[in-house]
Nanobody, 119 residues
Framework: QVQLVESGGGLVRAGGSLKLSCAAS?????????MAWFRQAPGEGRKFVAG?????????????LYEDSVKGRFTISRDNAKNTVYLQMNSLKPEDTAVYYC??????WGQGTQVTVSS
């Protein structure tokens, strides 16, 4: 059974940084599976933030996409040995405040982790 568990959220001041983790289980490996981060702010729908899709090309086997507002500030990566996907978030803004979710295959979702950025 696929399970995704997010961690690393918290309260941070504007300009600060946080690193979110998403530990995946239930499959022998997630290295060839698309993984993504979404977020949901109060009163809004869930929105795409960043994603990895496997291409198999070398030396960089993943195609990476970012939502425009996080480009240059957020970095998505994965550690295949740990079946973990990360979201490094720098230069955080109050508008980044949301519950952040990890997802794979547009089918499986984690429970979410709260990120709150104070001004």
């Amino acid at each position: 059974q696929v399970q995704l568990v997010e961690s690393g959220g918290g309260l941070v001041r504007a300009g600060g940084s946080l690193k979110l983790s998403c530990a995946a289980s239930g499959r022998p490996s997630y290295s060839s599976y698309a993984m993504a981060w979404f977020r949901q702010a109060p009163g809004e729908g869930r929105k795409f933030v960043a994603g990895l899709s496997y291409t198999g090309n070398k030396p960089n086997p993943d195609n990476i996409l970012y939502e425009d507002s996080v480009k240059g500030r957020f970095t998505i990566s994965r550690d295949n040995a740990k079946n973990t996907v990360y979201l490094q978030m720098n230069s955080l803004k109050p508008e980044d405040t949301a519950v952040y979710y990890c997802a794979t295959g547009a089918t499986y979702w984690g429970q979410g982790t709260q990120v709150t950025v104070s001004s």
